[in-house]
């Protein structure tokens, strides 16, 4: 339950000040100066904010759970804060071109906490209990508690934040610290919708689990086992998310470095193809494939497969919408942005409200998809108003449902063809990922790939 806070946290502790830098970045002539404010406006709002957070902290603790300690709720200040002041670092990387950098760090972020959990959860222990009787024993029974496992994956939060801070010191050194006041005034202007934008978001990506536990119809254990299955059938969608995720990290300072050029809308048309092709590819290889992610998760879960193909598509949905939102960013009209993410948050609550005492996770999973699917839409209708641009919806649309029809012919054919999952099923999904790539190649005929000698016959494209 701690860990609930840190969603909320991390939107106010960021503010939107990292889209913020890359649009003023490329609108003002000195990025120096909206780099170097940036910076200084993320540390100093991270000190003081930390700092409540911690005089806050008994508060908190009751609040998240009677059973919290004022020490986890200051560990996770200190995580959000030392997250928060490597954020314009991390963006530094991404507008100057460093993606090598850039993953390295995050990667070594990842590797650091599962070494300290590693450390602290099992070697520590291990090592408690082999050591004898002896003066090391003793002096290392004082140092480390064994029944503090808790504050130990806490801390190593911290620690390995704290590390890779260090190891962005090389990218700090180059901001001049100088603080340009006109220029946050128009950054916090600019910025501070997304701060609402985020408080939807965590709405539609957190509260169906705390509506599950109020709404739904039995006893805790009950609650808690449903909401237990509705949780790991999510995360099957963190192919599709890690997808979004590393496309954004890419496409944001991207879009913000071709906003002035002429060509940039048809740009973005075709950005938007391959997106919805790439997704959609996903989707489908997920669940013809899914049998062997449900036996990984273990026999509990399987039976909630049918809010898989739900969810992973209102998580493409979400993609869409995060793709479509440049439009509100670049035209500076970010408060549109909130408004579409408050409508999504509302149909959100709405559904899971009304429905999950008669359906269950079916309901959340419903919801989850109706709120993306309508973000996505609406945004689309506004952006075409404000900042058209020619999508090819035509193709984008045919790969999303595509991907959906063989989704579907498998399922059919999986259950009166082949009675189940066996080494035939699996051979048959995997000529429909083939059936759905060569419509790829029919429908764009990308050059490099008609090149290779099988399928030079298939495009028929000169090379001239």
């Not at 003023?24 to 003081?48: H, P, R, W």
């Not at 709404?215 to 979004?244: D, E, V």
């Not at 940039?264 to 938007?272: E, F, G, T, W």
């Given at each position: 339950?701690?860990?609930?806070?840190?969603?909320?946290?991390?939107?106010?502790y960021a503010y939107g000040m990292e889209t913020g830098y890359f649009y003023f970045a490329n609108?003002?002539?000195?990025?120096?100066?909206?780099?170097?404010?940036?910076?200084?406006?993320?540390?100093?709002?991270?000190?003081?904010?930390?700092?409540?957070?911690?005089?806050?902290?008994?508060?908190?603790?009751?609040?998240?759970?009677?059973?919290?300690?004022?020490?986890?709720?200051?560990?996770?200040?200190?995580?959000?804060?030392?997250?928060?002041?490597?954020?314009?670092?991390?963006?530094?990387?991404?507008?100057?071109?460093?993606?090598?950098?850039?993953?390295?760090?995050?990667?070594?972020?990842?590797?650091?906490?599962?070494?300290?959990?590693?450390?602290?959860?099992?070697?520590?222990?291990?090592?408690?209990?082999?050591?004898?009787?002896?003066?090391?024993?003793?002096?290392?029974?004082?140092?480390?508690?064994?029944?503090?496992?808790?504050?130990?994956?806490?801390?190593?939060?911290?620690?390995?934040?704290?590390?890779?801070?260090?190891?962005?010191?090389?990218?700090?050194?180059?901001?001049?610290?100088?603080?340009?006041?006109?220029?946050?005034?128009?950054?916090?202007?600019?910025?501070?919708?997304?701060?609402?934008?985020?408080?939807?978001?965590?709405?539609?990506?957190?509260?169906?689990?705390?509506?599950?536990?109020?709404?739904?119809?039995?006893?805790?254990?009950?609650?808690?086992?449903?909401?237990?299955?509705?949780?790991?059938?999510?995360?099957?969608?963190?192919?599709?998310?890690?997808?979004?995720?590393?496309?954004?990290?890419?496409?944001?300072?991207?879009?913000?470095?071709?906003?002035?050029?002429?060509?940039?809308?048809?740009?973005?048309?075709?950005?938007?193809?391959?997106?919805?092709?790439?997704?959609?590819?996903?989707?489908?290889?997920?669940?013809?494939?899914?049998?062997?992610?449900?036996?990984?998760?273990?026999?509990?879960?399987?039976?909630?497969?049918?809010?898989?193909?739900?969810?992973?598509?209102?998580?493409?949905?979400?993609?869409?919408?995060?793709?479509?939102?440049?439009?509100?960013?670049?035209?500076?009209?970010?408060?549109?942005?909130?408004?579409?993410?408050?409508?999504?948050?509302?149909?959100?609550?709405?559904?899971?409200?009304?429905?999950?005492?008669?359906?269950?996770?079916?309901?959340?999973?419903?919801?989850?998809?109706?709120?993306?699917?309508?973000?996505?839409?609406?945004?689309?209708?506004?952006?075409?108003?404000?900042?058209?641009?020619?999508?090819?919806?035509?193709?984008?649309?045919?790969?999303?449902?595509?991907?959906?029809?063989?989704?579907?012919?498998?399922?059919?054919?999986?259950?009166?063809?082949?009675?189940?999952?066996?080494?035939?099923?699996?051979?048959?999904?995997?000529?429909?990922?083939?059936?759905?790539?060569?419509?790829?190649?029919?429908?764009?005929?990308?050059?490099?790939?008609?090149?290779?000698?099988?399928?030079?016959?298939?495009?028929?494209?000169?090379?001239?």
């Amino acid at each position: 339950m701690m860990y609930s806070l840190i969603p909320f946290l991390t939107v106010i502790y960021a503010y939107g000040m990292e889209t913020g830098y890359f649009y003023f970045a490329n609108k003002e002539k000195e990025e120096g100066k909206v780099a170097s404010t940036t910076f200084l406006s993320l540390l100093y709002s991270s000190i003081l904010l930390s700092i409540l957070v911690i005089l806050c902290s008994p508060w908190l603790a009751g609040l998240i759970d009677t059973r919290a300690r004022t020490d986890y709720v200051i560990y996770v200040a200190l995580i959000l804060a030392l997250d928060n002041i490597a954020v314009l670092p991390f963006a530094y990387l991404r507008k100057h071109d460093r993606p090598l950098r850039f993953a390295l760090l995050k990667t070594t972020n990842i590797i650091l906490n599962i070494g300290f959990n590693f450390f602290f959860l099992i070697f520590c222990p291990y090592l408690l209990t082999h050591s004898g009787d002896g003066i090391f024993h003793d002096m290392f029974a004082k140092i480390y508690n064994p029944h503090e496992l808790v504050k130990y994956a806490v801390l190593a939060n911290v620690l390995s934040s704290f590390i890779v801070l260090l190891l962005l010191l090389p990218e700090i050194r180059k901001i001049k610290l100088e603080w340009n006041k006109e220029i946050w005034q128009k950054m916090v202007k600019y910025s501070w919708p997304l701060l609402i934008l985020g408080f939807a978001g965590v709405i539609n990506e957190t509260f169906d689990r705390y509506l599950l536990k109020l709404r739904l119809p039995g006893s805790n254990a009950f609650k808690l086992s449903q909401i237990g299955i509705y949780s790991a059938c999510y995360k099957i969608s963190i192919f599709m998310t890690l997808a979004i995720q590393s496309f954004r990290y890419a496409a944001e300072p991207f879009f913000f470095k071709q906003m002035r050029e002429s060509n940039s809308r048809d740009m973005y048309a075709v950005v938007l193809k391959y997106f919805s092709f790439i997704t959609s590819l996903i989707f489908l290889g997920v669940l013809l494939y899914m049998p062997i992610i449900m036996k990984i998760l273990g026999k509990n879960f399987r039976g909630a497969e049918d809010i898989v193909p739900i969810l992973l598509m209102a998580n493409l949905f979400l993609g869409l919408f995060l793709y479509l939102s440049q439009w509100y960013k670049q035209t500076e009209k970010v408060l549109y942005g909130a408004y579409v993410s408050i409508g999504g948050a509302i149909i959100t609550l709405i559904i899971n409200f009304i429905f999950i005492p008669t359906y269950g996770y079916m309901a959340s999973a419903w919801a989850t998809l109706a709120a993306y699917f309508s973000m996505a839409i609406v945004s689309y209708i506004l952006g075409q108003r404000f900042f058209p641009v020619n999508y090819p919806l035509v193709r984008i649309g045919f790969y999303i449902w595509f991907s959906v029809v063989l989704y579907v012919v498998s399922r059919m054919v999986i259950d009166t063809v082949f009675d189940g999952w066996t080494i035939g099923a699996y051979f048959f999904n995997t000529l429909l990922v083939g059936i759905y790539l060569l419509a790829f190649i029919y429908v764009e005929k990308p050059v490099f790939l008609l090149q290779l000698p099988p399928l030079k016959r298939f495009g028929r494209v000169k090379t001239s």
